[in-house]
């Protein structure tokens, strides 16, 4: 494993707009992350245990501040 760690899914969202807003929160205080599953969820907009909405990843070192920056009210 390198030294950045695992990788881990965060959160997962209804639309690619919140999740999106999460991912540009999240890179303005430095913390790398990527989506997965944003196309996919604009042409099937629903979620199930199949389909988990879109998905916010994130190393899992930076996890307890990730959730400490998304559940900031600003």
């Given at each position: 494993?390198?030294e950045q760690g695992r990788i881990v899914m965060?959160?997962?969202?209804?639309?690619?707009?919140?999740?999106?807003?999460?991912?540009?929160?999240?890179?303005?205080?430095?913390?790398?992350?990527?989506?997965?599953?944003e196309h996919f969820n604009n042409l099937y907009?629903?979620?199930?245990?199949?389909?988990?909405?879109?998905?916010?990843?994130?190393?899992?070192?930076?996890?307890?501040?990730?959730?400490e920056i998304l559940m900031a009210e600003e």
């Amino acid at each position: 494993m390198d030294e950045q760690g695992r990788i881990v899914m965060l959160e997962a969202f209804d639309t690619a707009i919140m999740a999106n807003l999460a991912k540009t929160k999240l890179d303005a205080y430095g913390i790398p992350c990527f989506l997965t599953d944003e196309h996919f969820n604009n042409l099937y907009p629903f979620r199930n245990e199949l389909i988990p909405g879109v998905r916010l990843f994130v190393f899992e070192h930076d996890v307890p501040r990730a959730r400490e920056i998304l559940m900031a009210e600003e």
